[in-house]
């Protein structure tokens, strides 16, 4: 498969609000497209300043790759052909694993997929897979699944009431606040200039009271007191995305331990509403 440039994530973001026009379309068929970008550079020093901006000791954190996953999934959901407004998607998740030792002073490739699984009706569900490869090798994967929303033409079946969630005691519990100005300070490091994160009347536009935290930014802090409680390397996480936290804000983090050796964790705002869950391993 031919390989691509990727481009600079400014670009993409301003590309992504020229899509508005777009809609919600697919056809009969599954839409999927897969692209390659060659020549990935992690800045070690932006590294470091991740690290220290969330007190993460790991050399390398799996949290780390989603600022290069990201810039990849963009830009496959900027091709032309890609059926779907960018600014009319809702991240709902992402799980990456940190696979094989990565060296940061060598580049890496990334594959980056995206499939989109046809409906006649009712929200579309895309999912992008980002492998890492470094010298032939595959050292890491990133898997993020997106909502977009569309009309049903047909009544919608109700749904069952949901299972009650097992009570559990939290081995540990935090508060965490989130100032206003924390997106603009996540985005000079991971170059997220989204303004749904850093204008209060540019989100009300969208629906929120006010400029909501990065989910990566919420996901990195909690990641980076599982690390401090488990005092080792951590390789693995998976996140749910619930409720944006509004900013400025308070929120409220559980940690449990799981039966299997890992670390579950909730994130809950002041109304008590789940705002993130996951796992950290």
């Not at 031919?2 to 670009?11: C, D, I, N, V, Y």
């Not at 032309?80 to 002073?105: Q, R």
């Not at 929120?251 to 993130?276: A, H, I």
Request: glycine share 4%; net charge positive.
């Amino acid at each position: 498969m031919a390989t691509e440039q990727l481009p600079k994530l400014s670009k993409l973001l301003f590309s992504s609000f020229l899509t508005a026009s777009k809609g919600v379309k697919i056809g009969n068929t599954d839409f999927s497209l897969t692209k390659t970008y060659d020549n990935i550079k992690l800045d070690k020093n932006n590294i470091k300043k991740y690290n220290t901006f969330f007190d993460i000791k790991s050399p390398l954190p799996v949290t780390y790759l989603y600022i290069a996953a990201m810039r990849s999934q963009l830009a496959v959901m900027n091709d032309k052909t890609f059926p779907i407004a960018l600014m009319g998607l809702v991240h709902l998740g992402n799980t990456l694993e940190i696979k094989d030792k990565i060296d940061t002073s060598k580049p890496l490739k990334l594959e980056t997929s995206v499939l989109v699984p046809t409906k006649e009706e009712g929200s579309l569900f895309p999912v992008l897979h980002v492998n890492f490869y470094q010298d032939n090798k595959l050292v890491a994967t990133c898997s993020s699944n997106y909502i977009a929303k569309r009309k049903r033409k047909t009544e919608k079946k109700a749904e069952e009431e949901p299972v009650a969630a097992e009570q559990r005691t939290p081995f540990y519990t935090e508060e965490l606040f989130f100032p206003k100005n924390i997106g603009f300070k996540y985005a000079n490091i991971s170059g997220d200039y989204n303004p749904i994160h850093l204008f209060s009347f540019f989100a009300k536009n969208f629906g929120f009271k006010s400029s909501i935290a990065h989910g990566w930014c919420s996901a990195s802090r909690v990641f980076a007191m599982v690390e401090k409680q488990k005092q080792k390397e951590l390789k693995y996480i998976t996140v749910n995305f619930k409720t944006p936290i509004a900013l400025p804000g308070k929120v409220k983090v559980e940690l449990y331990n799981n039966p299997d050796g890992s670390t579950g964790f909730k994130v809950v705002n002041k109304k008590d509403e789940m705002c993130l869950e996951g796992t950290i391993s």
